[in-house]
């Protein structure tokens, strides 16, 4: 399989990178609504390798299918933002419910001990 700009030339190179990059953030999304939040770091930093070799500036040799890729990357990539906040939330309740729980088992101990 052909991977670098040189042997593709312009437009063929990005949107294989685009297409990559969308394929990868997918996967992600599928990640974060299974929980696999290390999958979805690994895919990240995946994605994050294939956008570093994409140019700095889409220019005129990029296909309309690589803008399309980029578009529906970031719109998924928002969908992802958003499990991840709310699986940040959920750890956040579940730690001050253990919090609590730890804290009122060591009162309960003190007392009793007092007894």
């Given at each position: 399989m052909v991977r670098n700009r040189d042997e593709l030339g312009g437009a063929a190179a990005v949107e294989l990178h685009?297409?990559?990059?969308?394929?990868?953030?997918?996967?992600?999304?599928?990640?974060?609504?299974?929980?696999?939040?290390?999958?979805?770091?690994?895919?990240?930093?995946?994605?994050n390798k294939q956008l570093g070799e994409m140019p700095d500036e889409l220019g005129a040799d990029s296909s309309a299918r690589a803008r399309q890729c980029l578009a529906e990357s970031l719109e998924i990539e928002e969908k992802v933002r958003k499990l991840m906040v709310a699986e940040r939330d959920r750890l956040g309740d579940e730690s001050r419910k253990e919090m609590q729980l730890r804290t009122a088992s060591d009162a309960y101990r003190r007392a009793s001990d007092g007894v």
């Open positions: 685009a297409e990559r990059v969308l394929e990868l953030t997918r996967q992600m999304l599928r990640c974060a609504r299974q929980g696999d939040w290390d999958s979805v770091m690994e895919r990240d930093k995946l994605r």
